[in-house]
Structure formats: structure tokens, C-alpha cells
């Protein structure tokens, strides 16, 4: 039996606050699967959060 939920979980999100902007903002899973990689909508400032080793279960993070 297929499930399409376990496939779109692949395409994993985090939600992150831009501490810069006070802006909340999803960021997503890098294409190697390695880190979650994104940038602040208003300063474009880059971020990336490495995925710890068994990944983490963290859903929510800062960027300070
Ligand atoms: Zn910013």
C-alpha cells in the first residue's frame, strides 16, 4: 500500500524566525538533504541549519 503522506514528508519544512526582521517564514530541506537552507524575505540574509545525524525533531527555529 502507497501512502502519499510518507512521500510528501520527504519535502520537509521548518518554520524560522528572522530575529534581523522580526519575520516568520518557512524554510526548506536543501536538495542533498543535509541542511534546511533559506534567507530572510526581507534582508536576504541567508540561513542554514544543519540536520543533525538520525535528524532532528526540532520544528522551530531562530535566526539571530
Ligand atoms: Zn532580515
Do not use: L, W
Amino acid at each position: 500500500m502507497e501512502n502519499n503522506q510518507e512521500i510528501h514528508q520527504k519535502k520537509k519544512f521548518i518554520g524560522i524566525q528572522f530575529e534581523c526582521c522580526n519575520v516568520y517564514r518557512r524554510i526548506y530541506v536543501n536538495k542533498d538533504n543535509t541542511a534546511y537552507a533559506g534567507n530572510c524575505p526581507k534582508c536576504f540574509r541567508k540561513v542554514s541549519i544543519r540536520i543533525g545525524e538520525g535528524g532532528t525533531s526540532n520544528r522551530f527555529f531562530k535566526a539571530i
